[in-house]
């Protein structure tokens, strides 16, 4: 089945330790996104990469940092630099066809706690 | 600059009852409007789009929306709430001329039974 997988599903760090979340996609799609999901608030962008080797900060960069050296792999790493690191994490792709309709598909998140 | 307001955080209906989940846009050019939903722990989902093609968008599980260009609405409705309609809902629009979607706070819908 073609889909996204982010692993893992749970993750608990201890403060000031960098973490790497898994994203990774088999639909052949150009773009990957990286997105954080806080209680009551909507979903805030991250980074996101249209094409490999190639990514642009989205609007809270800030302590996250990502490379996309594969297609179908984009790893958003939380450094100890972020300082409210505890959320919900979604990754999505979608294909860049040139229309910006193209549509998000998004994976079943990391939910990350910083203890 | 696009932006989307999703009006009430929570809504409760009555299994069987009409669901009607708010979103107004603001956008200086036509907008590409979405709706998503989230079950608990879970990723989001595409239910519709809005492109331009048709101002009545229907999706999955029943959903459509209707856009309204006077009131800058994307309202989302369903005829008929089931149980399994309980999640959480997002509006999202395109920002700009980007791919990068914009969304809303969410509405957690409560499905009573």
């Known amino acids: 089945d073609g889909g996204i997988t982010q692993s893992p599903k749970y993750l608990f760090r201890k403060e000031g330790q960098n973490v790497t979340l898994s994203c990774e996609q088999n639909?052949?799609?150009?773009?990957m996104y990286w997105y954080r999901q806080d209680p009551g608030q909507g979903l805030r962008l991250i980074y996101y990469?249209?094409?490999?080797?190639?990514?642009q900060k989205g609007d809270i960069a800030e302590g996250y940092s990502v490379s996309r050296e594969k297609k179908e792999s984009f790893p958003l790493t939380v450094t100890s630099a972020q300082k409210n690191p505890t959320a919900f994490y979604l990754c999505?792709?979608?294909?860049?066809?040139?229309?910006?309709?193209?549509?998000?598909?998004f994976g079943p998140g990391t939910r990350l706690t910083v203890l | 600059a696009q932006s989307v307001t999703q009006l009430g955080s929570h809504v409760s209906v009555s299994e069987g009852a009409l669901v009607l989940l708010r979103c107004n846009y603001s956008?200086?050019?036509?907008?590409?409007l979405f709706w998503y939903v989230q079950y608990p722990n879970q990723g989001l989902q595409l239910l519709l789009k809005?492109?331009?093609?048709?101002?009545l968008v229907k999706g999955i599980n029943g959903f459509e929306a209707e856009f309204k260009k006077s009131e800058t609405s994307f309202h989302l409705t369903k005829p008929s709430a089931h149980m399994s309609d309980a999640a959480e809902y997002f509006c999202?629009?395109?920002?700009?001329?980007?791919?990068?979607?914009?969304f809303g706070s969410g509405t957690r819908l409560l499905v009573r039974p």
């Open positions: 999505a792709s979608s294909t860049q066809e040139g229309e910006a309709t193209d549509t998000q598909y």
């Open positions: 990469s249209q094409i490999v080797n190639d990514f």
């Open positions: 956008s200086s050019v036509p907008p590409y």
């Open positions: 809005y492109t331009s093609a048709a101002t």
């Open positions: 999202a629009v395109i920002k700009d001329s980007s791919y990068k979607l914009i």
């Open positions: 639909l052949n799609h150009d773009a």
